[in-house]
């Protein structure tokens, strides 16, 4: 049986599911060296090794820690562009997703992928075909991020033929495809094979971080505009600044740092105070202390758009 196992290919989707990463994702002491093949064997994925000796692991848990992982949620700072910026609307109800190049290094700022992400941030809206700008995003030389539709992807509007009589055309509505999208090659490679997934995977859609990540911003940015407008006047008084420092090196993370205070935004640096001056706050910490320091109602600013508060923070 295990011979004809053997001889068995897993199609796309299988291979994607049942590969040695996933295997120790969801069995911790799995060793995945000396393996000469993965097949599958009724409920599970069977695991050959170079000795001929054999081990079985429930698919179950292979497909959990799939899925898992496909839909973790990246730290803050993955996904923002030069100066923080966030998602940037391009067209068909897409937006440009940058990847957080200026963050990942202390010089990251530096590297070429970051300077091509300046020079392009506020130009990607003018490129309105989707080979081209993601040509630009994704191609060869470059890496800048990719284009994501969370509330599903619109077609291109079709040209009116004016060799036509216009009361004889149908008015040009976009459809809207309404299934989330995005143009990274995790997303991609479940989408071409999307039946696969389904067969192995009940109630599967193909997802991707990017879109987890994505929809984590836009409901801070909500939770952010809620903390703002619950002032009567509509300029809060509790208010937090932040600053982040990237790491100095692979196996160091950034420093995230925070002052706050009850006297609005444009107080005076006297009137603010570190934010638990004792401990240490990386990125990793990033989306928990904003969404908790909103629901204490206050709102957060990058410490860059407060002037006044510069000599707070040394480089």
């Not at 990463?21 to 050959?48: E, P």
């Not at 071409?192 to 929809?215: M, R």
């Not at 990793?284 to 908790?292: K, Q, R, S, T």
Request: proline content about 6%; glycine content about 6%.
């Amino acid at each position: 049986m295990s011979t004809q196992l053997q001889n068995q290919e897993l199609n796309a989707a299988q291979a994607a599911i049942y590969t040695r990463t996933n295997i120790r994702r969801a069995f911790q002491d799995f060793d995945d060296t000396d393996i000469a093949g993965l097949y599958l064997r009724g409920d599970n994925c069977l695991v050959v090794r170079r000795d001929g000796s054999e081990q079985t692991y429930p698919r179950e848990l292979i497909k959990a820690a799939y899925s898992t992982y496909t839909h973790r949620l990246k730290d803050f700072f993955s996904y923002l562009g030069p100066n923080y910026r966030g998602p940037s609307v391009w067209h068909n109800n897409a937006y440009v997703l940058f990847k957080g190049w200026n963050y990942t290094h202390a010089l990251g700022h530096l590297t070429s992928n970051a300077k091509l992400q300046a020079h392009w941030a506020d130009k990607f809206i003018h490129i309105t075909e989707e080979q081209k700008a993601l040509a630009l995003l994704q191609g060869d030389q470059t890496d800048l991020g990719h284009l994501v539709a969370p509330d599903g992807l619109r077609l291109p509007n079709q040209p009116l033929d004016l060799d036509r009589d216009m009361e004889d055309q149908e008015p040009s509505v976009s459809p809207v495809n309404a299934e989330p999208y995005c143009s990274c090659g995790s997303f991609q490679r479940q989408l071409l094979n999307v039946s696969d997934f389904q067969a192995e995977i009940q109630g599967f859609k193909p997802w991707c971080i990017h879109l987890t990540w994505f929809n984590k911003y836009r409901e801070l940015l909500c939770k952010r505009t809620e903390a703002r407008n619950a002032s009567p006047s509509g300029t809060p008084d509790k208010c937090v600044a932040w600053w982040y420092a990237p790491p100095v090196d692979s196996t160091s993370d950034g420093r995230f740092v925070l002052l706050h205070t009850k006297s609005g935004a444009q107080s005076p640096l006297s009137h603010w105070r570190t934010y638990k001056p004792q401990e240490v706050f990386t990125q990793n910490h990033a989306w928990d202390l904003f969404f908790n320091m909103m629901e204490a109602g206050y709102v957060p600013f990058p410490g860059i758009a407060l002037p006044q508060l510069k000599s707070a923070i040394k480089k």
